[in-house]
């Protein structure tokens, strides 16, 4: 079966400072990949999404990239964090156009002071 | 764009059926039809989604209006657990899943 692996659970980072957030896929190939930001008491935000091995569509400019080196593996990252870059980040893989469903890793809290 | 609308929130009693509307009316014919909860501080669980015809799972039923602009959740008998946020979303052929401010279902003992 398919797992999705999202780490780590919880993060304190100050202003300023770099991030690196990674989710893997296990189970299945070339998944679509998507990275989503929840601010508080608010809706998912879709910031970028990968159909392939370099392949990304970001969504809304920020201060936040991704990357997808490998297959199975989305990588969110910032050089210099914003105190508006708190957030919950979800990471989320699906197996096609729409028809299969999109599922979701455990999330990152992500706090920056 | 959500491109879908959906009450904020609704209540119902515990062991009693629960009917969440969601309204789609610019979907197009390749457009699936999508539905997730999420519950507090978890990432959303799919439930169920369909593009014409009406599905059922061991979660929920999904119908769909026959011209396809509307569809309608049904837990058939709500649980304290079932207790969420719940998001209908067109799913498209660009891969994206946009996801709008969803229903707020709250349970009632």
């Known amino acids: 079966s398919q797992t999705i692996h999202q780490w780590p659970a919880t993060l304190v980072q100050p202003v300023g400072s770099p991030l690196s957030l990674e989710c893997t896929v296990e189970?299945?190939?070339?998944?679509?990949l998507y990275w989503y930001r929840q601010a508080a008491g608010r809706g998912l935000q879709l910031l970028f999404y990968?159909?392939?091995?370099?392949?990304i569509s970001s969504e809304v400019p920020q201060n936040l990239s991704a990357s997808r080196p490998q297959d199975r593996q989305f990588i969110l990252s910032s050089k210099k964090l914003l105190l508006s870059d708190s957030g919950f980040y979800l990471c989320?893989?699906?197996?096609?156009?729409?028809?299969?469903?999109?599922?979701f890793g455990q999330g990152t809290r992500l706090t920056v002071v | 764009d959500a491109k879908t609308t959906q009450p904020n929130s609704m209540e119902s009693n515990e062991e009693e059926p629960v009917h969440l509307p969601c309204n789609h009316s610019?979907?197009?014919?390749?457009?699936?039809i999508h539905w997730y909860r999420q519950l507090p501080s978890q990432g959303p669980e799919y439930v169920i989604h369909?593009?014409?015809s009406n599905v059922n799972n061991r979660m929920a039923s999904l119908a769909i209006a026959e011209d396809r602009k509307s569809s309608t959740l049904i837990l058939h008998r709500a649980t304290l657990r079932d207790a969420a946020v719940y998001y209908c979303?067109?799913?498209?052929?660009?891969?994206?899943?946009?996801f709008g401010t969803g229903t707020r279902l709250k349970v009632l003992a």
């Open positions: 989320a893989w699906s197996t096609d156009t729409g028809g299969g469903g999109a599922f």
């Open positions: 189970g299945t190939s070339n998944p679509n």
């Open positions: 990968s159909v392939g091995i370099g392949q």
């Open positions: 610019t979907i197009s014919g390749t457009d699936y």
């Open positions: 369909g593009l014409t």
């Open positions: 979303i067109r799913a498209s052929g660009t891969y994206k899943y946009i």
